[in-house]
Nanobody, 113 residues
Framework: EVQLVESGGDLVQPGGSLRLSCAVS????????VGWVRQALGKGLEWVSR???????KYEAFVEGRFTVSRDNAKNTLYLQMNSLKAEDTAVYYC???????WGKGTLVTVSS
């Protein structure tokens, strides 16, 4: 069974940092295309970043160098390091396996003073 379990979401002040984790079972992250997607309240899904099995990464323009995707192959875990967070980054963040369309249940990031 494929499972993706996100964690690490929290309340953080503008300018702060968070690291999100995505624990994966049922497939190997190093041989799959995976990514992070977010959804703000009342808005649609928005891609954050994507990584293929070879480690090639693409970020959406709004990231502006603030976010970094990484993976720990031994732990079969995907990460999203987020720095210099803005209020507009507030959203539920999901990790996904792109080829199969598998999604986790998300973790909430709230950026507020």
């Amino acid at each position: 069974e494929v499972q993706l379990v996100e964690s690490g979401g929290d309340l953080v002040q503008p300018g702060g940092s968070l690291r999100l984790s995505c624990a994966v079972s049922g497939f190997t992250v190093s041989s799959s295309a995976v990514g992070w997607v977010r959804q703000a309240l009342g808005k649609g899904l928005e891609w954050v970043s994507r990584m293929n099995g070879g480690g090639s990464i693409k970020y959406e323009a709004f990231v502006e160098g603030r976010f970094t995707v990484s993976r720990d192959n031994a732990k079969n875990t995907l990460y999203l390091q987020m720095n210099s967070l803005k209020a507009e980054d507030t959203a539920v963040y999901y990790c996904a396996q792109i080829e199969g369309g598998y999604w986790g249940k998300g973790t909430l990031v709230t950026v507020s003073s």
